[in-house]
């Protein structure tokens, strides 16, 4: 027991240092495939898992996870990557994949509370998908600290990325739904699970959190929403088109926006990348929207390399074009079903602060419940991810939150 709270705790401590690695966009990192263990063979079915239902959340398949145990240093917790049923944008029915995780020993009355964890950027390919990689890129000490803490997680790696298909990218209605169907999915992997849970995403993640508190109600009224953290979030990226065309968005925000064409391009075969990459991006392009394979070796450079107006639309109309397809994904969408958190800072190089702050106005439009937390000399990946975690642990103790709206 003396070795078990050493090791849990030691977790626990690494959280803060985990996390802020494991928000940061995905902008000039390590090629996925160097991270990705080989210990698929290893992985058996998961006993007691059901797989015998149908619709969203219900599962395709369940694979146990030795190399993210050895990865956590332990066996005393459970771990399955499955494969499960979603909803897409618009409403057709997808296949996603994610790791699942619940604690060792005997749960709470009423089951294991669940976490369902929101993860940033890791690419818009296929092989980008957290879940395929033994340390789940960078995010299993979080995971394992949560589970430390009594929280079962779900942990989506949204659509398009780990199984076929798209990858709608800064498109989180559907990542909501993936994660919403994440905590179906954990629900049917593994015994004595909760249906109460939350929500807690950075970035791309962070985005998704809202767009998963917007849905639930209406989209999962089984299950019980006690309120989300959008730390950073991709809410709103409508402001990109216009600072591409004036030629003022930071390097990341080039690399971003790159990502967003290249995951548009695929999904509307109508739209022709060249009007909207040019010079040093044209000539780069497989490799800043790279995550993994022989072009990640150049990525930064290539990203470095980009100049102004080099993802600027090239006519009026194109960035019309561009400019209504992010708007028809940014948030809010509709009025929350439970109180959100959203952390914001105002150093941000991808996301401008306005844009969260007039998203924030919007869902307070619309009746919601919103903490606003707003630090003008942070970053990206600043937040103080202790505090917001704690906010989260309140709403499961009942306790009231406060309402920045009213």
């Known amino acids: 027991m003396m070795r078990r709270t050493?090791?849990?705790?030691?977790?626990v401590a690494a959280t803060v240092v985990a996390v802020v690695v494991a928000v940061v966009?995905?902008?000039?990192?390590?090629?996925?495939?160097?991270?990705?263990?080989?210990?698929?063979?290893?992985?058996?079915?998961?006993?007691?898992?059901?797989?015998?239902?149908?619709?969203?959340?219900?599962?395709v398949s369940a694979m146990t996870m030795p190399a993210f145990l050895r990865a956590v240093h332990t066996d005393r917790l459970q771990a399955a990557r499955v494969t499960y049923r979603s909803t897409s944008e618009d409403g057709q029915p997808t296949v996603v994949s994610g790791g699942m995780f619940v604690p060792e020993g005997g749960p709470p009355a009423g089951g294991w509370p669940v976490i369902a964890w929101g993860h940033a950027t890791t690419g818009i390919d296929e092989p980008c998908a957290p879940s395929l990689s033994d340390s789940l890129l960078g995010s299993a000490q979080v995971v394992a600290a949560l589970l430390a803490k009594g929280y079962a997680v779900a942990f989506a790696d949204y659509q398009g990325l780990g199984t076929p298909g798209v990858?709608?990218?800064?498109?989180?209605?559907?990542?909501?739904?993936?994660?919403?169907d994440a905590v179906r999915a954990l629900r049917a992997t593994f015994k004595d699970v909760s249906n109460r849970w939350g929500a807690y995403g950075a970035s791309q993640g962070g985005g998704s959190a809202w767009a998963a508190d917007e849905q639930a109600s209406t989209y999962a009224p089984e299950l019980d929403l006690v309120g989300a953290v959008a730390i950073s979030p991709a809410a709103d990226v409508?402001?990109?088109?216009?600072?591409?065309?004036?030629?003022?968005?930071t390097i990341d925000q080039d690399a971003a926006l790159s990502m967003i064409i290249e995951s548009l391009a695929r999904l509307h075969p109508d739209i022709n990348r060249d009007d909207y990459r040019h010079g040093a991006a044209a000539r780069n392009w497989d490799a800043i929207v790279a995550c993994s394979g022989p072009k990640?070796?150049?990525r930064s450079q290539a990203i470095k390399a980009i100049e102004p107006h080099d993802v600027a639309a090239s006519t009026p109309e194109d960035a019309d074009r561009l400019r209504h397809d992010l708007a028809q994904w940014a948030l809010p969408q509709q009025r929350l079903s439970a109180p959100l958190l959203v952390w914001y800072g105002g150093t941000d190089t991808f996301i401008d602060a306005p844009w969260t702050a007039g998203a924030i106005q919007r869902a307070c439009a619309l009746g919601g419940e919103v903490v606003a937390q707003f630090e003008a000399d942070k970053g990206h990946g600043e937040a103080n991810y202790f505090d917001q975690l704690q906010w989260l642990t309140d709403r499961f103790a009942g306790k009231t939150a406060t309402n920045d709206c009213s």
């Open 238 to 249: 409508t402001g990109l088109v216009d600072k591409a065309q004036r030629g003022t968005l």
């Open 296 to 298: 990640m070796g150049g």
């Open 25 to 59: 966009w995905f902008s000039l990192g390590s090629s996925v495939d160097e991270r990705v263990g080989g210990s698929a063979a290893e992985s058996v079915p998961v006993a007691g898992a059901d797989l015998s239902g149908s619709g969203p959340g219900s599962l």
């Open 167 to 180: 990858h709608p990218y800064t498109d989180s209605r559907t990542t909501g739904r993936n994660m919403i």
């Open 6 to 11: 050493v090791l849990w705790g030691g977790l």
